[in-house]
Structures are given as structure tokens and as C-alpha cells.
């Protein structure tokens, strides 16, 4: 059975850092697209940031140039460095993976519905 497990969330004060880990067990994450997605109490979850099985990767507009998604192959993590964060950054943060063999259309990568495996989701608060 597919795994992801999210680990690194915390407390940050606005301006700080956090680096989100996601392990998989079961699922190669270097053949795959993974994202990740946040959700904040009272809202829909949204898509934060994509990487493709290429190694290309997409971002919301409201994280660009302050995210940054990665993956480490040989450990089968996926990352996403949160630098310059702010509160409206809060929320819980998933990661997510399509069943394998599935095709995702670009455009669709920052999507949910796009993704059938999801991790438990790791918690980040800032402060002003």
C-alpha cells in the first residue's frame, strides 16, 4: 500500500523558513508527479507547487519566488523549501501523488482531483 508520510511543519514568525519533508514507501516518486497542496480552516485545499516526472515544476502564484519544490531520488523524498513565509501562508500542508500510470494534463497539476494518494499532512503556522 501506497505511503506518504509529511513531516516538518511548525510555527514560524512572518518573514521565517520551513522545509516540508514527504517520504514515500511503495511508490517511486522520481517516475511520478508529486505536489503539494495546503488547506486552511474554512477553505478549499489548493494546490501549492508541482514536480513533474521530468524534473520541471510548477507553482501557484501566490508562492512563486518563495517556494521552491525538489525531490531527492535516492531517498524517495519530496521537499518543498518555504522561505519569506507570511500568515495567509497558514495551513494544514499535504503531499500528493496520481496512481501510478495515470496521465495528468499540465494544466491539471495544481489540481486535487488530479491526485489519488495523500499524506496525513503536517501543520504550518505563521505569526505575524
Known amino acids: 500500500q501506497v505511503q506518504l508520510v509529511e513531516s516538518g511543519g511548525g510555527s514560524v514568525q512572518a518573514g521565517g523558513s520551513l522545509r516540508l519533508s514527504c517520504a514515500a514507501s511503495r511508490y517511486t516518486i522520481s517516475n511520478h508527479l508529486m505536489g503539494w497542496f495546503r488547506q486552511a480552516p474554512g477553505k478549499e485545499r489548493e494546490g501549492v507547487a508541482a514536480i513533474l516526472s521530468d524534473g520541471s515544476t510548477t507553482y501557484a502564484d501566490s508562492v512563486k519566488g518563495r517556494f521552491t519544490i525538489s525531490r531527492d531520488n535516492a531517498k524517495n523524498t519530496l521537499y518543498l523549501q518555504m522561505n519569506s513565509l507570511k500568515p495567509e501562508d497558514t495551513g494544514m500542508y499535504y503531499c500528493?501523488?496520481?496512481?501510478?500510470?495515470?496521465?495528468?494534463?499540465?494544466?491539471?497539476?495544481?489540481?486535487?482531483?488530479?491526485?489519488?494518494?495523500w499524506g496525513q499532512g503536517t501543520q504550518v503556522t505563521v505569526s505575524s
Open positions: 500528493a501523488a496520481p496512481l501510478q500510470g495515470r496521465w495528468v494534463f499540465r494544466p491539471q497539476v495544481l489540481v486535487p482531483s488530479a491526485y489519488d494518494y
